[in-house]
């Protein structure tokens, strides 16, 4: 890789500022020479001809984008001169040829996780607790409150502490102190032991959900909860139903039958309005839930081979070197992962836009291509209906740091399903099943792709950020990947790895994607807890497809 500028594609008509470019600045790059017409920031491109008004823009041999003002050959795009303009996509045309990597350093290598009686595997071992509306959020938070401190797993109170210090300040008469109060070193004591010692925590998911929106959104959340009461990082489960809500008890049974005929997983269902007085459903709560626990507790890990593995392949926070350095590494590891019989999963419908026919032509079977063709077209009208589209997804972080469309952002978010076969497609909130790379329907938003990812069987989570987000799971550990060094070292406290070796040229794509693979088998071993797990970040945000009547 050049130390100043990178070409992805042959075809391609502009060049990626590997760091600060001037302006008058020469740059060499295959045998030519460019003078920059303007500074070009580290992430952002330039163009390597004039440029029309109305001309295609390509990037990783893709159509990204057409100009909307002529740019001269070394002149900076920008969100002013360029728009999204993405390829059209039709039906599967050829058939697809895969060389898997080389996965023999990994063929007898095992992960320590928790067979469950289904045949999954889980990486964690929790209890959940969840609301099938609204309603019940409140009953939750009682409930969190009560197990979590007298079962040992509340998380030490250091802001708490904090806020202690300023209010004992101010009850002294000392109140001008506050300003430039400098809070005291405080190591939280350690926290009380843990009854049930097997068991990772309790998890207590609450949503806006359940009630008032659509009968399809009912639906969905039930699927969704059904998957992951289903999951293998769940030991079992305790819903509380207030009773006359849209999204019923009956539903969510039909929903865990769908992904397991033969359930048998310990489940706690209790109903506010058939139980009389709240003290009633809550005591019932607690003492079945409690029951559960110690049934959760017998659960030990145990060797299991790495095709149980599911990893959820997410990005957020992006910039313009997502595409270059940390989206193409996990897009390695799970071409690696495919080898060996695990599944991956490439969600962001909406961050697929221009790339699709790649994806259509890597499918499997002509059913596989024609269901993605199918949710595509489908999102992209439902979209447009409400007066949006997918050329209004890039944030304006993104903006900023070089991702000007939605279809140049696309193409370096497609990276991150590497270049396995598509063997299946996913509508929400559907389970995955089969090997290989599943495309499953989701928004491009960080939280509730994340959370139908899981929803959908991913017990491991890889999440690469350019610009820098904290998202978590109550319930499946979420790996943060950095795609360039100076986030890593910003932002310590929320990044798991520094892939941006990359774009020094210190490491290549592929040893990027195996070091991650390595690191994956340790995070679902349990040897390693991610930063999002350690600092108790645990979104779950379901996704509301209708509108609310």
Known sequence: MSDKVLKLDLNDNVLIALSDLRRGEQVASDSATYTLESDVPAKHKFATEDLPVGATVRMYGVIVGKTVEAIRRGGLLTTRNLHHQAQEFHEKTREFQWSPPDVSRWLQRDFLGYRRADGQAGTRNYWIVVPLVFCENR?????????????????PQIYRRQVAELAELYKNGRAAEIKTRTFTDYTPSPPP???????????????????????????????????YIHHPNVAGATVLSLGCQHAQIGILGEELRKRDPAFKKPLVIVEQQQSGTEAAMLAKAIRDTFLGLIEANECRRTSIPLSRLCLGLKCGGSDG???LSANPAIGHTSDLLAALGGRTILSEFPEL???EQELINRSTQKEVADRFIQLMKSYGARAKAVGSGFEMNPSPGNMRD???????????????GGNSPVTAVLDYPEYA???????????????ECV???VGAGANVVLFTTGLGTPTGNPIAPVVKLSTNSTLAERMPDIIDIDTGGIISGEKTIQQMGEEILDSVIQVASGEIRTKAELKGQEDFIPWKRGISL
């Open 193 to 227: 032991s843990r009854i049930f010692k097997n068991v990772d925590g309790i998890r207590f998911l609450l949503h806006e959900g359940g009630c008032g929106g659509t009968r399809e959104d009912a639906g969905n959340l039930c699927g969704l909860i059904a998957g």
């Open 353 to 355: 836009c221009g790339v």
């Open 139 to 155: 009953n939750i938070g009682v409930l969190k409150q009560a197990f979590e401190e007298e079962l040992g797993f509340a998380a």
């Open 402 to 416: 070089g991702l000007l469309t939605d279809a140049m952002k696309s193409a370096g978010a497609a990276r991150k």
């Open 321 to 323: 070197f997502s595409g």
């Open 451 to 453: 959370t139908a990812q």
């Open 433 to 447: 099943t089969a090997p290989g790379l599943h495309l499953q329907c989701t928004p491009g938003s960080d939280v």
